[in-house]
């Protein structure tokens, strides 16, 4: 995960504390695994921790007490329920295929040591929900694929990586929601977008592969950034019609900030970045 999906810049202290302890019940349910796998718990599987507890209507328990990251002073602290479970493994399994994903494209001793450290809880996440497991790996193998064959087409290129949250959520919620499915899509396709065009300028200088860059060249001019700011907002304006659609009620301040607020900003930052 990237850890684009996260708060706005002006988000409330009280949404801070509400994120910060759905982020908990992610990291608690992650001690099955190992302290390394709980380093890899961010932003983007804590919203979805949200997500799916708003959609599934259901409360969460919270307690008083200290964890291993805050061992001085009391946090509320989120009780681990399936959802946070489930979600732990998907995790596991999302960073170690990210992390095989960096070692292919990047060569990095750093990438291949973290992957290796990362093998025993990615082979236990495997045992526990194989289905998904299978599902995320053939997605990230068309992704691969089609970086390796320099796709020119955004769309083609962006559709497993939007893939990964639909089969996460299926997983997770066990029910299938059109609503809940493409506004999962549209988020992973963001994200895979907006990730994209934050490392335009690396990717150019290490010569990786980059779907802008195959679409529009090296240099973008007027015309191309025009066009991937329609479409970063695309996307964005997609999610927000998804999310609305939902009519959920639950925790609305957190999902609202994100999806109206960080997606937004995101998109303005890395326009302005392209942009030089």
Sequence with gaps: MFGYVKLSNDAQQSERGIFQTFMC????ATKNYSSKARTAVGNDITFLNVLFHSFL????EVVKGKCVAHPFKDRTLMTVDEVCSKLATANVLLTYLSLADHVQDEKSLTKKLAKKLFEKDFKLACEKEPELATA?????LSLAKLEQQKETSIDVVSHPSAQLLVHVAKTVVGKSNKFLLDLCYNVGKWVYLIDACDDFNKDLRKKSYNPFQQAYGSKLDKKALEEISFLLNT???RAVMCLND??????????HNVVYKTFRQENERVLKKIRG
């Design 25 to 28: 019940g992610i990291c608690k």
């Design 57 to 60: 209507q259901q409360e969460v």
């Design 136 to 140: 995320l790996q053939q997605e990230c």
């Design 235 to 237: 996307v964005t304006n």
């Design 246 to 255: 939902l009519n959920l009620t639950k925790y609305n301040c957190i999902l």
